[in-house]
């Protein structure tokens, strides 16, 4: 099977084409290098996989993405590419439709006109908006977002349903709960806290630590993602129009959250990280941001009963590993 993957750069993109490539899968990976945090990290990321066919393009860039379809000639496409960030699309909102609209309808487009057997794609934990129904389900209301990030991945679930209804092209949607990880990203909370941490600098501490979050490990994100390779997206022959389920369809297309369905406190997870870090962290104590949420809980019922698998590793275990590859990457003594 050769399977494309954009966004292969990218924190998990080159994490699941490691895995993909162990498989035995063919890989051919689309990303554009973007500056939005430090591009020899990307550059590195790439560096580690061996074996991928690697194409340096934007996905706003119609033609090119169309040549590399009917080029390689992929079975299955996993659409990870995204300009990722809540408060940073408070600051640069175009970025957002560029890459998260613009981007992904060429993608859906190429998809459709090359016979794609399965479409998974990113969609994020942020679609929940101002629920407060916990855990969140993929069965909940989802028309209240708070950013236009959240707006954008909402916008790409509608997208894909209409693709899946007129051209039958099996879509997946998963919604990624606070992935965290070694060659992880940047502009992340662990990755800060980390850094701050060595460096004894401040931390910001958001709504004063009052907040909860579904911290998913890399590596349980991708082995979600490996399994639903193999399982396209099917019809709901239950779903009615009088009760429309938002998470299945009567077209092929279904949603998945992916998290690890275990909340953690912020303060308890920089705790995490003080014990493997060894140092105390200076905390900011900051309100809650523009965009954000106080608590993300993760109902994974629907991912469990399709491929059997949940995300269970540990925060002490999934910070540990970050920790490690941190100190390694930049070669710091702790």
């Not at 855990?135 to 989802?142: C, E, L, R, T």
């Not at 092209?169 to 992935?179: E, I, M, W, Y």
């Not at 993602?225 to 369809?249: C, F, H, M, Y």
């Amino acid at each position: 099977m050769k399977i494309l993957i954009t966004g292969a750069a990218g924190f998990i993109g080159s994490t699941l084409a490691k895995k993909f490539l162990a498989k035995g899968y063919e890989v051919v990976g689309i990303d554009n290098l973007n500056d939005y945090y430090d591009v020899s990290l990307k550059a590195d990321r790439l560096k580690q996989i061996e074996g991928m066919t690697f194409y340096k393009v934007d996905m706003v860039e119609r033609d090119a993405i169309n040549t590399i379809f009917e080029t390689e000639k992929p079975q299955v496409v996993v659409n990870l590419a995204a300009q990722a960030g809540v408060r940073y699309s408070i600051e640069n909102p175009m970025a957002y439709i560029d890459s998260n609209i613009v981007g992904f309808m060429n993608v859906l487009e190429a998809s459709r006109h090359n016979d794609i057997k399965n479409f998974i794609y990113a969609s994020s934990s942020s679609v929940y908006g101002a629920n407060e129904s916990y855990p969140f389900s993929v069965h909940d209301n989802i028309d209240h977002p708070l950013s236009l990030y959240a707006a954008t991945k909402k916008s790409n679930e509608l997208m894909a349903h209409t693709y899946s209804n007129l051209y039958d092209l099996p879509t997946t949607g998963l919604r990624f709960f606070t992935v965290y990880g070694p060659w992880g990203r940047p502009d992340m909370a662990l990755f800060k806290f980390t850094k701050n941490i060595i460096e004894g600098k401040p931390i910001d501490v958001y709504n004063n630590g009052d907040m909860l979050r579904d911290f998913t490990y890399v590596e349980d994100i991708v082995e979600a993602i490996s399994r639903l390779v193999e399982k396209p997206a099917q019809r709901n022959p239950k779903w009615s129009g009088k009760d429309p389920d938002p998470a299945t369809s009567f077209a092929p297309y279904e949603i998945y959250n992916i998290g690890n369905n275990s909340p953690v406190k912020l303060l308890d997870f920089i705790e995490a990280i003080e014990g493997h870090v060894g140092k105390k962290a200076i905390k900011n104590m900051m309100p809650l941001q523009p965009g954000d949420v106080p608590a993300t809980y993760a109902n994974v019922d629907a991912l469990y009963n399709a491929v059997d698998f949940k995300p269970e590793t540990s925060i002490k275990d999934g910070v540990g590993e970050f920790v490690k590859w941190y100190v390694g990457y930049y070669k710091i003594k702790l």
